[in-house]
């Protein structure tokens, strides 16, 4: 028989990175769990992702036990990162700061497409390529 879940709580934590302090600890101490305990755990699971932005959904039980499911970073981090860019354009319309080749959307799709709410390649390369044109990179095909 499964638990009484008590709630889900969605974060952003930076791989092998995670500490009680905030916003780990602003997020999860009101509900109970113990805070180094995910800590712990969390960066033993993200090690080989050091650095990278990790979305994290964590199951909170009413026994205040916890399960945590690990996402692919998102799509503007995968980008920044393909093209080795340190941040978005500021006027993305204006100042185009990267280009992507078709082959590159390609591999970024791929890889965050468990996430995506697409079924087909080509519907999560338009969402990697929208993503792209909304941070000022250029699309190269």
Do not use: W
């Given at each position: 028989m499964s638990k009484p879940v008590k709630t889900v709580v969605k974060l952003?934590?930076?791989g092998g990175q995670a500490n009680p302090a905030p916003p780990v600890?602003?997020?999860l101490g009101p509900h109970?769990?113990?805070?180094?305990?995910f800590c712990i755990k969390f960066n033993d699971a993200t090690r080989d992702q050091m650095g990278e932005v990790i979305p994290v959904e964590i199951t909170i039980y009413e026994d205040r036990t916890f399960d945590f499911i690990m996402k692919v970073s998102p799509v503007a981090d995968l980008i920044k990162k393909e093209i080795s860019l340190p941040k978005g354009s500021s006027v993305p319309n204006?100042?185009?700061?990267?280009?992507l080749t078709k082959e590159q959307v390609q591999k970024i799709a791929?890889?965050?497409?468990p996430d995506l709410n697409a079924f087909e390649l080509e519907a999560a390369m338009k969402v990697v390529e929208g993503t792209?044109?909304?941070m000022g990179v250029e699309l190269d095909y």
């Amino acid at each position: 028989m499964s638990k009484p879940v008590k709630t889900v709580v969605k974060l952003q934590v930076r791989g092998g990175q995670a500490n009680p302090a905030p916003p780990v600890g602003t997020v999860l101490g009101p509900h109970g769990i113990k805070l180094q305990e995910f800590c712990i755990k969390f960066n033993d699971a993200t090690r080989d992702q050091m650095g990278e932005v990790i979305p994290v959904e964590i199951t909170i039980y009413e026994d205040r036990t916890f399960d945590f499911i690990m996402k692919v970073s998102p799509v503007a981090d995968l980008i920044k990162k393909e093209i080795s860019l340190p941040k978005g354009s500021s006027v993305p319309n204006k100042d185009k700061v990267g280009k992507l080749t078709k082959e590159q959307v390609q591999k970024i799709a791929e890889k965050k497409m468990p996430d995506l709410n697409a079924f087909e390649l080509e519907a999560a390369m338009k969402v990697v390529e929208g993503t792209a044109r909304s941070m000022g990179v250029e699309l190269d095909y």
